[in-house]
């Protein structure tokens, strides 16, 4: 029993780690770098024109069906692109969290 609590203890101090490494502001600058010049001012005027030329429409980052996926799929989505989406290479490492954590500001 005493090791489950342990462990159990281990395993939310890892992810609260996690949750508290990573930095909005710093996912600002990482965002209007790497992924404004698609998804626009904060994620909500996505650049017609890069839709028309890829035939779909680039999503808003502050939508109720972007803000519901997980850490995971948006991860995914970044690191190894999603649709005609190419993944942000530029993206790495802790970068990648501050972006996820700066989409959350995001939330309508």
Avoid: W
Avoid at 29 to 56: I, L, R, Y
Avoid at 88 to 102: L, Q, R, S
Wanted: a positive charge; glycine letters at 10%.
């Amino acid at each position: 029993m005493n090791k489950l609590i342990v462990t159990f203890l281990a395993l939310m101090a890892t992810v609260a780690g996690v949750a508290l490494a990573a930095d909005a502001k710093n996912g600002v600058d990482v965002f209007n770098k790497s992924c404004k010049m698609c998804h626009g001012e904060g994620g909500a005027t996505p650049n017609a024109q890069v839709s028309k030329m890829f035939g779909v429409p680039i999503p808003l980052l502050n939508s109720a069906e972007i803000q519901a996926k997980s850490d995971a799929d948006i991860r995914k989505a970044i690191t190894d692109g999603k649709g005609k989406m190419p993944a942000a290479k530029n993206v790495t490492g802790g970068a990648v969290d501050d972006v996820i954590a700066y989409l959350r500001t995001l939330k309508k």
